[in-house]
């Protein structure tokens, strides 16, 4: 049997019958048997604007599902979706307020933010692009019927985000059951963050973001549901290790690899039986893994 569906089920025996529990992948009703679930990184970035709706418009257009972005906080307390925590290398904040170095996405209010492109850097097509607010974002993912990995980025910058974004997915209808159940993961480098998202919800798929040691595996199993860790960290033993521990919800403990950009590494890491695979190139790794 393949390593990850060995180590992600669970059997429980009741009066005699064996019951087999699948692991929180496919309880979030991954479109998998035996392979990876797909994650488009940022949405397809490599095809449009990390973290706009295009880019998750492309996703959707490509065929796949589930989608990562970055979450944080402006000056005003409006959550918006970029990955870094200054506006320069993805938005024009340069030329439209030139006066405003380091230009920290902390240091604008929401209306200052959405006057940027965010589109033009990538490509002329892209032009007029926006930072989308996360209200925004959540819209649009609900509206292409996508499922979603959500980074709580740089958290220690942000007091208050993780009930906040927790807040904001409950208005807009993502802490249901139908949605806990399948279509929502939230992961952050932070374990404070992550900690404090099972705390405050405890319904919710976690995820750690890096490679915690073997040894401290078991503390991040309090809280995290998932892993989730840079592919060159990446062993068989190491994923084993995470596999036999059970998440908050008692499930097996999953893994999600990031960020798997060729054809080669997708194939390493399906061998090691990773249950994601998160990625800018989503129909590379769907091509690696047929
Ligand atoms: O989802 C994993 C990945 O997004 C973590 O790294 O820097 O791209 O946010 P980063
Ligand atoms: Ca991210």
Redesign the pocket.
């Given at each position: 049997m393949h390593a990850r569906v060995a180590a992600a089920t669970t059997v429980a025996l009741l009066g005699g019958t064996v019951l087999i529990l699948p692991g929180p992948h496919a309880r979030a009703g991954a479109v998998r048997s035996t392979d990876p679930v797909i994650?488009s990184?940022?949405g397809a970035s490599a095809y449009a604007p990390e973290n706009t709706l295009a880019a998750i418009d492309k996703a959707a257009a490509m065929g796949f599902l589930w989608v990562?972005n970055?979450v944080q906080r402006t000056k005003d307390g409006e959550l918006v979706v970029l990955?870094d925590a200054s506006l320069a290398r993805t938005t024009d904040v340069e030329q439209l307020y030139p006066q405003r170095a380091p230009w920290k996405v902390k240091d604008f209010t929401a209306a200052e933010i959405a006057r940027l492109d965010a589109g033009s850097w990538f490509g002329p097509r892209y032009a007029g692009a926006r930072v989308p607010t996360l209200k925004q974002y959540m819209s649009r993912v609900s509206h292409n019927h996508q499922k979603l990995?959500l980074?709580i980025?740089n958290p220690q910058l942000y007091p208050g985000i993780e009930q906040q974004t927790l807040k904001l997915l409950s208005n807009e209808g993502w802490l249901d059951p139908a949605h806990l159940k399948s279509r929502l993961i939230v992961?952050s480098?932070s374990a404070d963050s992550v900690r404090a998202v099972h705390d405050l919800r405890p319904g919710i798929t976690t995820?750690f973001?890096g490679t915690p040691p073997i040894a401290q595996l078991p503390q991040y199993a309090r809280f995290a549901d998932q892993i989730?860790s840079?592919h060159t960290s990446l062993s068989s033993d190491y994923v084993s290790a995470v596999h036999v521990l059970h998440g908050p919800h008692g499930r097996p403990m999953e893994v999600?690899a990031?960020?798997v950009n060729d054809a080669t590494t997708a194939r390493r890491v399906a061998g090691l039986g990773v249950a994601g695979i998160?990625t800018n190139v989503p129909d590379v790794v769907q091509g690696a893994l047929r």
């Open positions: 994650v990184h940022r990562e970055d990955h990995v980074e980025k992961q480098f995820a973001l989730n840079d999600f990031w960020t998160i």
